[in-house]
C-alpha cells in the first residue's frame, strides 16, 4: 500500500501549487479561509508539516517530533513560499519511496508508518491550499482520486455513500454533509491499521 503514496503526494503538491500560483499577487497577511492563521502562516504550518512528515521518517522517532523547522517568513514573495511547498512536497514523496515498510515514526495523533505520513501530507497539502485559495475567491474543486485514499487511511470513522472529497472536507470540520453537521472538533487516525 506504500508504493502509491510517493505519486499520490506528488500529485496533491503539484495540485496544490498550480492552484496557489493564482494566488500569488494577492496579500497574504489576510487570512486564510476560516483560519485564524494568515496565508503566509497556514503556507508556513504547511511547509512545516510536509518536511517534517520526511523528518520524521528519517529520525524515526518513537515519543518526541524532530527539532527541524522549516517555516516562511511574513514578507517572503508568495511565489517562493509556494516553491518551498513543491520542495517540501517532493521532499516528502521521495522518502516515502526510500522509506522500509517496517518504519514507524512518532505523530501525537498514532504512530505511523511511510503511507500514514503520506496521507497526512496529502490532507495537509490539499486543505491549507484550498483554504490559501479561499480567501482570494479561487475554487478549484478537491480531486476525488486523492481524497479517498486519504480518508480511507486517516478517517476510520468517515460516513459513507459521498463523494470523497466532500466526506475529506466533512472530516476536517470544514464542511457539513447531508444529515451530518459540521464537525467543530476532529483528528485523524495515523497508526497503522
Given at each position: 500500500m506504500t508504493d502509491m503514496w510517493p505519486e499520490l503526494v506528488t500529485e496533491a503538491?503539484?495540485?496544490?501549487?498550480?492552484?496557489?500560483?493564482?494566488?500569488?499577487?494577492?496579500?497574504w497577511l489576510r487570512p486564510a479561509g476560516e483560519l485564524e492563521w494568515s496565508c503566509y502562516q497556514t503556507i508556513s504550518h504547511l511547509s512545516q508539516a510536509v518536511f517534517g512528515y520526511a523528518g520524521l521518517l528519517i529520525a524515526q522517532?518513537?515519543?518526541?517530533?524532530?527539532?527541524?523547522?522549516?517555516?516562511?517568513?511574513?514578507?517572503?514573495?508568495?511565489e517562493?513560499?509556494?516553491?518551498?511547498?513543491?520542495?517540501?512536497?517532493?521532499?516528502?514523496?521521495?522518502?516515502?519511496?526510500?522509506?522500509?515498510p517496517e518504519v514507524?515514526?512518532?505523530?501525537?495523533?498514532?504512530?505511523?508508518?511511510?503511507?500514514?505520513?503520506?496521507?497526512?501530507?496529502?490532507?495537509e497539502v490539499l486543505l491549507h491550499s484550498r483554504d490559501i485559495a479561499q480567501t482570494?475567491?479561487?475554487?478549484?474543486?478537491?480531486?476525488?482520486?486523492?481524497?479517498?485514499?486519504?480518508?480511507?487511511?486517516?478517517?476510520?470513522?468517515?460516513?459513507?455513500g459521498f463523494r470523497p472529497a466532500e466526506t475529506l472536507l466533512w472530516c476536517t470540520g470544514r464542511a457539513a454533509l447531508p444529515g451530518l453537521g459540521r464537525r467543530t472538533d476532529w483528528r485523524w487516525y495515523a497508526d497503522v491499521r
Amino acid at each position: 500500500m506504500t508504493d502509491m503514496w510517493p505519486e499520490l503526494v506528488t500529485e496533491a503538491t503539484d495540485f496544490s501549487t498550480s492552484v496557489l500560483d493564482k494566488c500569488a499577487d494577492q496579500d497574504w497577511l489576510r487570512p486564510a479561509g476560516e483560519l485564524e492563521w494568515s496565508c503566509y502562516q497556514t503556507i508556513s504550518h504547511l511547509s512545516q508539516a510536509v518536511f517534517g512528515y520526511a523528518g520524521l521518517l528519517i529520525a524515526q522517532p518513537v515519543d518526541r517530533w524532530i527539532g527541524l523547522r522549516i517555516s516562511v517568513d511574513d514578507g517572503t514573495p508568495p511565489e517562493l513560499a509556494v516553491e518551498g511547498l513543491h520542495i517540501g512536497g517532493t521532499l516528502l514523496a521521495s522518502t516515502i519511496r526510500t522509506t522500509g515498510p517496517e518504519v514507524r515514526a512518532f505523530h501525537p495523533w498514532g504512530t505511523a508508518d511511510a503511507a500514514g505520513f503520506g496521507a497526512m501530507g496529502v490532507v495537509e497539502v490539499l486543505l491549507h491550499s484550498r483554504d490559501i485559495a479561499q480567501t482570494f475567491g479561487v475554487e478549484q474543486p478537491l480531486p476525488d482520486e486523492l481524497c479517498r485514499p486519504t480518508v480511507e487511511r486517516l478517517f476510520p470513522d468517515a460516513p459513507s455513500g459521498f463523494r470523497p472529497a466532500e466526506t475529506l472536507l466533512w472530516c476536517t470540520g470544514r464542511a457539513a454533509l447531508p444529515g451530518l453537521g459540521r464537525r467543530t472538533d476532529w483528528r485523524w487516525y495515523a497508526d497503522v491499521r
